[in-house]
């Protein structure tokens, strides 16, 4: 099982920008599916975006598209999401997750059957 270690958060005004990055260890990042996903005070867990290691396949949630952008550094074992453009409704906690997808489907809209979660790194925008 994959150990992950989210940062890069911090407080943004809206219209800012932040990289998170999520280290792994345990196992090669690049066979897994691997996401983003972040929770807000009194708000259900929302999929933010996945990516799947073997073959590079993108999913993003619509409120997101054209402003965050996933990716991975192999070499580093690290997972980024970089996001432009921020707005407050951003603001929550943001969690980096994976899963085998020979097991699970690569798919944010199936949070449960992502056995690897990392702590958290806060993102707070501000109007």
């Known amino acids: 099982q994959l150990q992950l270690v989210e940062s890069g958060g911090g407080s943004v005004q809206s219209g800012g920008s932040l990289r998170l990055s999520c280290e792994a260890s345990?196992?090669?990042?690049?066979?897994?599916?691997v996401g983003w996903f972040r929770q807000a005070p009194g708000k259900e867990r929302e999929g933010v975006v996945v990516?799947?290691?073997?073959?590079?396949?993108?999913l993003y949630t619509e409120s997101v598209k054209g402003r965050f952008t996933i990716s991975q550094d192999n070499a580093k074992n690290t997972l980024y999401l970089q996001m432009n453009s921020l707005k407050p409704e951003d603001t929550a906690m943001y969690y980096c997750?994976?899963?085998?997808?020979?097991?699970?489907?690569?798919?944010?809209?199936?949070?449960?059957?992502?056995?690897?979660w990392g702590q958290g790194t806060q993102v707070t925008v501000s109007s």
């Open positions: 990516i799947n290691g073997r073959n590079g396949e993108t």
């Open positions: 345990g196992h090669t990042f690049s066979s897994y599916c």
């Open positions: 997750a994976a899963v085998d997808p020979r097991i699970f489907p690569c798919n944010f809209r199936r949070p449960g059957d992502f056995g690897s």
